[in-house]
Each structure stands twice: as structure tokens, then as C-alpha cells.
């Protein structure tokens, strides 16, 4: 473990550390940010109210309209002075939103990564490919630094030009690979199609995320690159990647909750809701200085798990991401997350891991048409195999989500590959 003392801390010591650190930046963000202390102040509520972690319940929640309000530097509880980095969101959901971090929110950041590394086997005397974006976005700079940090060897590759990557990947031996789990996919496609033998290669653990994926998705990939693929966690806001990992066990992904403290509500009321069930997913930075957040709503929707886990971490463990809150899809009144319809996709051998969701509405109704890639050796002449294999993809996914899509199979590589974040939704009601 790269710091056994927070990760496996007794659950009644990690309170005691939390309630004091809830203290600390509680009467950071009231003192230094004029948001923070106008909200608390509507809510009748000073930092004195504020004793343990217990009371977080007290504190407001925090939005990410919050942020765009505040656009850019509003939230800040430091002056610049002390702001060495600043990164936005990718702005997969609106316009972009700006965070800025003191030398030591790095150094946080760079432990949660650390943490997650080690946790997947990775030490000093290992390369890891960095092949998640590098600029503003979080995920290159944000594994870039883990890897340093623990002494690694970084390969700075960034996304896109997905030649190079699988050459100097095979030349110079990396041992891991820190991407999203769709770019991963296309990478593992291109090493097959280069010829050269996945047994030249050296990889052995992946580090994806950024984006939902399923235990599906995972099998595919561990299969595809003979490697182990775990599971990272974060969100700009809160520092980017490395809020927490999976483990060797790759049974839910532990949070980094000695800095940032989580909790599930439920969306709609806003309560808290019991250990295991699944709500909104929270976070109160603990330790953070530059752009403290109090309860900041992620949409992501999960579950958390606080049984200790068999790797010996007492950190507390989310569940796979569903997708956030305005992932969700309704149609004819039914809600779809497209992690779902990923599930089903990859479950059938029949289908290439790749699929693009069409939602539509024509005379008052939705029209939902999934494109999906047949696997080559499915190919058939005969009409009565492909509509034999649509249906059966269709019924599945009537079983699973409970609505009847539209099937259309495609081409091979007609679907667009992702280098990034994958886009599998095109909404045209959204239009209307
Ligand atoms: P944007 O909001 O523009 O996508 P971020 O890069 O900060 O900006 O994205 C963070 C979001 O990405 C998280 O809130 C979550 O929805 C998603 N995400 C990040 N890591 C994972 C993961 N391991 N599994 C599922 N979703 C993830
Ligand atoms: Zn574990």
C-alpha cells in the first residue's frame, strides 16, 4: 500500500480525522470565500455549528451551476498568488468550469493517485503509458503526476495518434496504461490489426476512467490485452483523477475519504441514504485549499460500501458508476442509462463492443435505434441470420431496460472509435 496508515485506518479513527478536518476547511471556505459564508450565512449557520463529521448534514449543498456562476476564479478561497495550476472540465455536460490548485491541493492529488497505482500493482520500476488527455482536462497531468510520484516512469503520450501510441507502447515496454477504458478498446483493436503479437508487449495493468464502464467492458479488455483493468475515479472539481481506485480484488473502488468525504442522497430529497443503497454520490474536500467544495453534488449515481475490504482497506467502497443523473435517458417513459444498453452489448458474442444510440421522436413518439458492429466471423448472407441475430440482441435489451430498440447493424469500424471520453447518445429530441 503506498500509505497503509490512511487506507487501512479503523473506521472509528478515520471519523475522528474526518471530523477535524471537516472543521478545519469549514472555517476555511467561511472565512476566505464570500460564497461559502453568504450560503452558510442563509442557512442561519457558522463554523461553530460545526463540530464533527456528523454535522455535515448541516452544511449546503454545492452545484456545478455554483461554478459557472462564479465563472472563473469566484470559488477561489486563496488569492492567485497562491494558485500554481488551474484545469477545467472537459464540458461534456455545458460550459466549462474552472478550478485552481495550491501547491499543496497537488500534492494531494498526487498521493489519491499514488494510492490508486499501487494499489494496482504498479512501483518505481515500471513505465505507464499516459495516453488520457494532457491540458486542461485532468486525466493527463493527473496520472502524469502519480506516476512521477511514485517514482514510475511516465510515458507523456496524451490521446490521438493511435499508431504511435501501440508502436512506442511495444518499443519501450510499458507496463501499464492510463487512458479511458473506450480509447483503450480502440487501442486494443489497432495492436490486433498492427500484426504485431500482443506477446511483445509488456502490458500488464490498465488504469481507466473518466467516463462509466462495465464489468462487461472490463472482461473485454483484460481478454483483448491480457492485461488486469482497474477501475480510476475523479472529477475536476474535486481534483481530477485519483479520488479513489480499485484494489487487486477489483471489488468496488475505494475512495480516498481521508481528503475527500463522501455520501449518498437521494437525488430528489436530498437525504441521506443508507450504507449499500444506491443515490447521488457527494463530496466534501477535506484538505483542499485553492477551491474548497462543501458537499458537492457529482450526479454520478453509485453506492458505498463500508465493510472492510478483503485486500485489508478500511476505505470505504463505491460501486460501478450507473452513469450521472443527466446521462439518464427517457424513453417512452422508460429510463435507459447507456451503461445498460453497454452491458447488454458486450454480454452477446456475436457484437463488437462499440455501439451509438440514436433517440428520436416522430408523430408524438420516441424512436430509439441502437447501431451496434457484428463480429466478422457472424457475417452471414442469409437475411434470416441477420434478423434472427437482431432480434436477439432487441429481446435482451427488452428484458433488461424494459423498451424494445430498433436494431441496425453496421459495418465493421463504421461506428466512431473515442480517444477520449466516449459519445454513445445522440439525442434529436433535444432539437425539437
Ligand atoms: P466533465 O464533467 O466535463 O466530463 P470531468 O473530466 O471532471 O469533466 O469528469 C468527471 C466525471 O467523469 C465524473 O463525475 C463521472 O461522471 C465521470 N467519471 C470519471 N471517472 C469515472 C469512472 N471511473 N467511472 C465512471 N465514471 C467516471
Ligand atoms: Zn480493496
Redesign the pocket.
Known amino acids: 500500500m503506498w500509505n497503509e496508515t490512511a487506507e487501512k485506518m479503523s473506521r472509528v479513527e478515520m471519523r475522528k480525522l474526518q471530523s477535524t478536518r471537516l472543521r478545519n476547511v469549514v472555517k476555511h471556505a467561511y472565512h476566505n470565500s464570500p460564497f461559502y459564508r453568504r450560503k452558510m450565512q442563509e442557512m442561519d449557520i457558522t463554523p461553530d455549528d460545526i463540530q464533527s463529521i456528523d454535522d455535515i448534514v448541516k452544511l449546503p449543498f454545492t452545484v456545478k451551476q455554483d461554478l459557472r456562476d462564479n465563472y472563473p476564479f469566484g470559488l477561489m478561497a486563496v488569492p492567485m498568488s497562491e494558485i500554481v495550476r488551474l484545469h477545467a472540465?472537459?464540458?461534456?455536460?455545458g460550459k466549462p468550469i474552472v478550478v485552481g490548485y495550491t501547491r499543496k491541493d497537488l500534492a494531494v492529488w498526487k498521493e489519491g493517485v499514488s494510492r490508486c497505482l499501487t494499489a494496482y500493482g504498479v512501483t518505481k520500476d515500471d513505465s505507464i503509458q499516459v495516453s488520457y488527455g494532457y491540458g486542461l482536462?485532468?486525466g493527463g497531468l493527473g496520472a502524469h503526476d502519480g506516476v512521477e510520484n511514485i517514482g514510475g516512469t511516465v510515458i507523456p503520450m496524451s490521446s490521438g495518434n493511435t499508431q504511435k501510441q501501440i508502436q512506442l507502447m511495444h518499443d519501450f515496454g510499458a507496463k501499464g496504461l492510463a487512458c479511458t477504458p473506450s480509447y483503450a478498446l480502440f487501442l486494443a483493436e489497432t495492436i490486433h490489426e498492427s500484426g504485431i503479437p500482443l506477446e511483445e508487449f509488456q502490458l500488464r495493468v490498465g488504469a481507466f476512467?473518466?467516463?462509466?464502464?462495465t464489468e462487461n467492458m472490463r472482461k473485454e479488455l483484460e481478454e483483448k490485452l491480457h492485461i488486469k483493468a482497474y477501475?480510476?475515479?475523479?472529477?475536476?472539481?474535486i481534483c481530477g483523477?485519483g479520488v479513489g481506485g480499485e484494489c487487486e480484488c477489483q471489488d468496488g473502488t475505494h475512495l480516498w475519504e481521508d481528503h475527500f468525504f463522501p455520501e449518498i442522497v437521494d437525488p430528489v430529497t436530498l437525504q441521506p441514504v443508507e450504507p449499500g443503497k444506491q443515490g447521488e454520490l457527494v463530496f466534501t474536500t477535506l484538505t483542499k485549499e485553492g477551491m474548497p467544495m462543501l458537499r458537492y453534488r457529482?450526479r454520478?449515481l453509485t453506492a458505498l460500501h463500508y465493510e472492510t475490504c478483503a485486500c485489508g482497506r478500511t476505505a470505504v467502497r463505491m460501486d460501478r458508476?450507473l452513469g450521472?443523473s443527466d446521462d439518464m435517458l427517457i424513453i417512452r417513459g422508460v429510463n435507459v442509462f447507456p451503461s445498460q444498453v453497454e452491458a447488454v452489448i458486450l454480454e452477446l458474442p456475436e457484437f463488437e463492443p462499440h455501439y451509438f444510440m440514436i433517440i428520436d421522436r416522430v408523430n408524438n413518439t420516441d424512436t430509439f435505434l441502437i447501431q451496434v458492429e457484428l463480429r466478422p466471423d457472424y457475417y452471414s448472407d442469409e437475411m434470416n441470420r441477420m434478423l434472427a441475430l437482431k432480434k436477439k440482441i432487441a429481446d435482451r435489451l427488452l428484458s433488461v431496460i424494459g423498451i424494445r430498440p430498433e436494431i441496425k447493424i453496421m459495418e465493421p469500424h463504421s461506428i466512431e472509435r473515442s480517444q477520449g471520453?466516449a459519445k454513445h447518445v445522440q439525442d434529436n429530441r433535444k432539437l425539437l
Do not use: C, V
Request: net charge negative.
Open positions: 472540465s472537459s464540458g461534456t455536460t482536462f485532468t476512467g473518466a467516463e462509466p464502464w477501475d480510476i475515479y475523479g472529477l475536476t472539481e483523477p457529482t454520478d458508476i450521472r471520453k
